[in-house]
């Protein structure tokens, strides 16, 4: 089969692979017809986390189920269905309590010396599960992690999508960083995470929502898509400062959307090529100015390895509560359809292009090079 293989840094091809088989009684094999880039597949491309020459990645992934194991009974041959980015079992005590993003199954992640859980087309440390931007895909439990689209609901690939990642992502952070009615929100990053979380930040009754970023165009689609205020990120002090005399004295919940791979300064250029990094405190910094004392600071977008000069201290003196991770995104799902459907959300807004999957490589590139003023990638096997 087809797949988009990582090669080496900045290095995407599309390469014949082996097609997946059923390895365990509850795998099923799904036909792709949609999946999609995203922004946590860049720090892959461009060599931030890690992973073997051949290695087939995507975490955002749908089709039509082709074959099933033989403990397989939620799903049969012929459904359609959304695979979450999580690899959870649920079963185990994670998956029972709603955090399925640290199932602790012990094929969930069994790659030695990790302690957290697995996600597809990951990498290695995540539990080596080969990803969705491919014609065919192997998903283990499936008695409980594909979502079904109803045969009765007429939506397109586009619309449901996102449930995989990118809805749920946005969704949880919202959601786990407290945001109430009346609060005011900073949204560092208007990438289709930031935007997404923009827009659950309003549904939540948040009085004022505000997005910051460098890239013009997407600042635009903020205030198109979102109708927030925005803010052209210059750089930590001056940004994050701002953000604080803007709100006087500063939102009561910030959530970065940008994580590592934001601008780095040249020390952290140089620590992160050692591995003793893991990348840009940028945003760490611009949220530690721009939240009120007692405020939250919700950490969504990808971090990893260790931090030096971590503004610890400026977050304990003003008694900030720091919240992060990975969203668990099963059990949010079903809410997330029943939004879909009942038209309180569209996430097609947020899609720019839609191309074949051969077309992957200029499609990462663009993506990553903000060219074409590129917001979204559908890929089409």
Same mark, same amino acid.
């Given at each position: 089969?087809?797949?988009?293989?990582?090669?080496?840094?900045?290095?995407?091809?599309?390469?014949?692979?082996?097609?997946?088989?059923?390895?365990?009684?509850?795998?099923?094999?799904?036909?792709?017809?949609?999946?999609?880039?995203?922004?946590?597949?860049?720090?892959?491309?461009?060599?931030?986390?890690?992973?073997?020459?051949?290695?087939?990645?995507?975490?955002?992934?749908?089709?039509?189920?082709?074959?099933?194991?033989?403990?397989?009974?939620?799903?049969?041959?012929?459904?359609?269905?959304?695979?979450?980015?999580?690899?959870?079992?649920?079963?185990?005590?994670?998956?029972?309590?709603?955090?399925?993003?640290?199932?602790?199954?012990?094929?969930?992640?069994?790659?030695?010396?990790?302690?957290?859980?697995?996600?597809?087309?990951?990498?290695?440390?995540?539990?080596?599960?080969?990803?969705?931007?491919?014609?065919?895909?192997?998903?283990?439990?499936?008695?409980?992690?594909?979502?079904?689209?109803?045969?009765?609901?007429?939506?397109?690939?586009?619309?449901?999508?996102?449930?995989?990642?990118?809805?749920?992502?946005?969704?949880?952070?919202?959601?786990?960083?407290?945001?109430?009615?009346?609060?005011?929100?900073?949204?560092?990053?208007?990438?289709?995470?930031?935007?997404?979380?923009?827009?659950?930040?309003?549904?939540?009754?948040?009085?004022?929502?505000?997005?910051?970023?460098?890239?013009?165009?997407?600042?635009?689609?903020?205030? /198109?898509?979102? &109708?927030?205020? =925005?803010?052209?990120?210059? @750089? !930590?002090? $001056?940004?994050?400062?701002?953000?604080?005399? *803007?709100?006087?004295?500063?939102?009561?919940?910030?959530?970065?959307?940008?994580?590592?791979?934001?601008?780095?300064?040249?020390?952290?250029?140089?620590?992160?090529?050692?591995?003793?990094?893991?990348?840009?405190?940028?945003?760490?910094?611009?949220?530690?100015?721009?939240?009120?004392?007692?405020?939250?600071?919700?950490?969504?977008?990808?971090?990893?390895?260790?931090?030096?000069?971590?503004?610890?201290?400026?977050?304990?003196?003003?008694?900030?509560?720091?919240?992060?991770?990975?969203?668990?995104?099963?059990?949010?799902?079903? /809410?997330?359809? &029943?939004?879909? =459907?009942?038209?309180?959300? @569209? !996430?097609? $807004?947020?899609?720019?292009?839609?191309?074949? *999957?051969?077309?992957?490589?200029?499609?990462?590139?663009?993506?990553?090079?903000?060219?074409?003023?590129?917001?979204?990638?559908?890929?089409?096997?």
């Amino acid at each position: 089969m087809r797949a988009v293989t990582f090669q080496g840094t900045k290095d995407i091809q599309v390469k014949n692979v082996e097609a997946p088989k059923i390895e365990k009684d509850d795998d099923i094999i799904i036909r792709i017809t949609s999946t999609a880039i995203c922004g946590s597949d860049l720090h892959i491309y461009a060599g931030s986390i890690m992973t073997r020459p051949g290695y087939v990645i995507g975490h955002e992934p749908m089709g039509i189920v082709e074959e099933v194991g033989p403990a397989v009974t939620k799903v049969k041959k012929g459904d359609r269905v959304v695979i979450p980015f999580n690899v959870a079992c649920g079963e185990c005590w994670y998956c029972t309590h709603d955090m399925e993003s640290q199932c602790d199954h012990p094929d969930t992640n069994p790659t030695p010396g990790t302690d957290f859980g697995g996600y597809f087309g990951y990498t290695e440390m995540f539990g080596n599960h080969p990803g969705g931007q491919a014609e065919y895909m192997r998903v283990p439990f499936g008695n409980f992690l594909p979502f079904v689209i109803p045969e009765s609901a007429e939506v397109p690939d586009e619309a449901v999508l996102f449930m995989s990642d990118v809805l749920p992502t946005a969704y949880w952070s919202v959601l786990h960083s407290g945001v109430k009615k009346g609060d005011t929100v900073i949204v560092l990053g208007c990438g289709p995470i930031g935007l997404m979380t923009q827009k659950f930040a309003w549904m939540m009754g948040a009085k004022r929502v505000i997005g910051v970023d460098n890239v013009p165009y997407r600042l635009a689609k903020a205030r /198109e898509m979102n &109708k927030v205020e =925005t803010v052209t990120y210059r @750089d !930590p002090e $001056e940004t994050g400062n701002y953000l604080k005399e *803007l709100t006087s004295g500063g939102a009561d919940v910030v959530i970065d959307c940008v994580g590592m791979d934001g601008e780095k300064t040249a020390p952290e250029k140089v620590q992160q090529k050692l591995k003793v990094h893991g990348g840009s405190l940028t945003a760490l910094r611009t949220a530690h100015r721009a939240v009120r004392r007692f405020g939250t600071v919700q950490l969504t977008g990808v971090y990893g390895l260790w931090y030096n000069a971590f503004p610890l201290g400026r977050f304990f003196e003003r008694n900030v509560t720091i919240k992060s991770g990975q969203a668990p995104v099963p059990h949010l799902m079903p /809410e997330l359809f &029943k939004m879909i =459907t009942e038209h309180k959300l @569209d !996430p097609t $807004e947020i899609i720019s292009h839609i191309v074949p *999957l051969e077309e992957a490589p200029v499609a990462y590139k663009t993506f990553f090079e903000h060219g074409d003023e590129c917001t979204k990638v559908i890929l089409k096997p």
